[in-house]
């Protein structure tokens, strides 16, 4: 059974950068893509990218000039980073698999993510 | 990028009515449209790919209908366990955009 779990910071400083980490259990992260979505309280998912075993990324152009998100196999792991952040961040933040041809089947939990002073 | 419009925006149903929820795509998205079902501090579950293929073990009263831009997820009968948040999803383009979703709620 695959697993996901997202770790990182819960609270963030305006103008910082939001860096979070999702650890893939149970399969490899050498297949599939593996996707940020966040929600912000109240309102409905937004994707934010994937990323690749091999490197290559897609991000939604809203966020593309701040999104990184980059794959660790070694470690089963991938990452997002978001620079500049500002209050309009503040959201749970997912990882889950995306799975070309038919949606995000796994996906983490989810982690609270407050842009504050 | 697509625009994803799901109506109603909340829908009233008695547990063992059927429910309708529909989702229109700004563009065509083929048959590419998941749907997600979404509880209270979870996160979102996969139902249907594909427009219409339940994902392992979705029960058999959750279907999925359409293609291009109209789409269609019934809850045959519904069960308590099925009132939630409901969002659709296209993945035939980039960037992968969800709908507004609908809550279905115990009349």
């Known amino acids: 059974q695959v697993q996901l779990q997202e770790s990182g910071p819960g609270l963030v400083k305006p103008s910082e950068t939001l860096s979070l980490t999702c650890t893939v259990s149970?399969?490899?992260?050498?297949?599939?893509?593996w996707s940020w979505i966040r929600q912000p309280p109240g309102e409905g998912p937004e994707w934010i990218g994937y990323g690749y075993y091999s490197g290559s990324n897609i991000y939604n152009p809203s966020l593309r000039s701040r999104v990184t998100i980059s794959v660790d196999t070694s470690k089963n792991q991938f990452s997002l980073k978001l620079t500049s952040v500002t209050a309009a961040d503040t959201a749970v933040y997912y990882c889950?698999?995306?799975?070309?041809?038919?949606?995000?089947?796994?996906w983490g939990q989810g982690t609270l993510v407050t842009v504050s002073p | 990028e697509i625009v994803m419009t799901q109506s109603p925006a909340t829908l009233s149903v008695s547990p063992g009515e059927r429910a309708t929820l529909s989702c229109r795509a700004s563009?065509?998205?083929?048959?590419?449209l998941a749907w997600y079902q979404q509880k209270p501090g979870q996160a979102p579950r996969l139902l249907i790919y594909?427009?219409?293929t339940r994902a392992a073990g979705i029960p058999g009263r959750f279907s999925g209908s359409g293609s291009v831009t109209e789409f269609t997820l019934t809850i045959s009968s519904l069960q308590s366990e099925d009132f939630a948040l409901y969002y659709c999803?296209?993945?035939?383009?980039?960037?992968?955009?969800f709908g507004g979703g609908t809550k279905v709620e115990i009349k």
């Open positions: 889950a698999r995306l799975v070309r041809g038919q949606g995000m089947d796994y």
């Open positions: 149970g399969g490899s992260i050498s297949t599939y893509f």
């Open positions: 999803q296209q993945y035939n383009d980039w960037p992968l955009t």
């Open positions: 594909g427009a219409s």
């Open positions: 563009q065509s998205a083929s048959i590419n």
